[in-house]
């Protein structure tokens, strides 16, 4: 199965101690874990089991952690749930435990779990089953190449620009998209007041891909060419136009980073190493880690969607509401950090 859950404060932050010690039974020492994160940014990291793939994404705040996120795939989802469930119960096991410690709140895709016994949790997450394909879920029959897939994703790139400046030009959005640094925050601080969610009754579907990692696609809904190609770029909590619009910023946005650094390529993502998630994506690649364009939105994107469940957060709690510098400054940290793989 693919899901997300996390923890995040009820109040004042987490202690990054006890959130670091905590995740150490799990990541190990880990430098991305132990060692601080700037301002802006946020560690993300990856554990593999033998049947799991996990990303761990630890947002800081002023003093402590703001938010813990962690997205977890089922490779072997048609398999029984016996192995599944014993590889991530030390994950809810330090979730459940961190939560409980710091007096914050433990969420499972979207609903609050906090104080909820374990075999509860485990049976969310995966309610057993045989090698069957579970109840209410669909086998993509999709077989399109990657190589073919990133041709037609770049020929669609005039498209989704061209709607871009439409939809900006139709709502008083910015008139300047010329790819540069400086067109990106009022970009953003345009497309925040246009994302809105998808209803959380809207009818789903679980869908198995040939590769085996799950993801939920909504019923009857106009979804970009890539939804669910990868479990990771499925953020089912959108609503259509809302999509649109995270596409095109998106791809937008990454086009800015190559005309900045035209060393940089579109490619297909391939890497030998173990835990690579970005495999048969379209990826900008060249210097540093791969850039695939939904996945480097989509934390800007969930600041935006924890601003829109929660608009007036308790006075304690330091997030800071979302803004246009937003996109801005993850643009210059990525830049940033690809000219310091410069040899």
């Known amino acids: 199965m693919s899901l997300e859950m996390g923890v995040v404060p009820s109040g004042a932050e987490l202690s990054r101690a006890t959130t670091v010690a905590l995740l150490s039974r799990v990541l190990g020492n880990d ?7 700037a301002a802006g940014e ?14 761990w994404f630890v947002h800081p705040g002023r003093t402590g952690v703001s938010e813990l996120v962690v997205s977890i795939g089922d490779a072997f ?23 409980q410690v710091t007096g914050a709140r433990f969420i499972v895709e979207e609903g609050d779990v906090t104080g909820a016994p374990l075999r509860q949790v485990l049976d969310m997450i995966s309610p057993g089953g045989d090698a069957t394909t579970p109840t209410g879920m669909v086998l993509s029959t999709s077989t399109e ?7 037609r994703y770049l020929a669609a790139g005039d498209e989704r620009l061209a709607w871009l400046r439409d939809q900006a030009a139709r709502t008083g959005g910015p008139q300047r998209l010329d790819h540069s640094r400086d067109s990106l925050a009022p970009l953003w601080s345009w497309a925040i007041g246009h994302l809105q969610l ?20 909504p019923k009857d809904a106009v979804l970009p060419m890539w939804y669910g190609r990868s479990p990771l770029i499925a953020p089912v ?7 649109a619009l995270i596409d095109a910023v ?9 005309r900045t650094l035209p060393e940089l390529t579109w490619q297909v993502g391939h890497q030998e190493q173990r835990g690579y998630h970005l495999e048969g994506l379209p990826v900008l690649a060249g210097r540093g880690f791969d850039l695939e364009p939904i996945t480097s939105l989509l934390p800007i994107a969930g600041k935006v969607l924890r601003h829109l469940r929660n608009p007036e957060p308790d006075a304690a709690d330091p997030r800071t509401p979302p803004a246009g510098e937003d996109l801005r400054d993850w643009f210059d940290a990525a830049v940033a950090e690809r000219r310091s793989e410069r040899v």
């Not at 190449?145 to 041709?151: A, F, I, K, N, V």
């Not at 998106?250 to 190559?258: I, K």
């Open 250 to 258: 998106a791809f937008y946005t990454l086009e800015c980073v190559r």
């Open 42 to 55: 946020y560690a993300e990291l990856i554990w593999d089991g033998e049947r799991i793939s996990t990303q």
């Open 31 to 37: 430098p991305d874990l132990h060692e601080g994160v």
């Open 237 to 243: 909590a959108w609503s259509d136009e809302s999509l």
């Open 145 to 151: 190449p990657p190589e073919d897939y990133l041709r």
């Open 77 to 99: 989802p048609l398999r029984p749930a016996a192995g599944y469930r014993a590889e991530v119960t030390p994950i809810v096991e330090v979730l459940q435990e961190l939560a």
């Open 198 to 217: 998808r209803p959380t009754d809207a009818p789903r579907e679980k869908v198995i891909l040939e590769t085996g990692g799950v993801f939920q696609r």
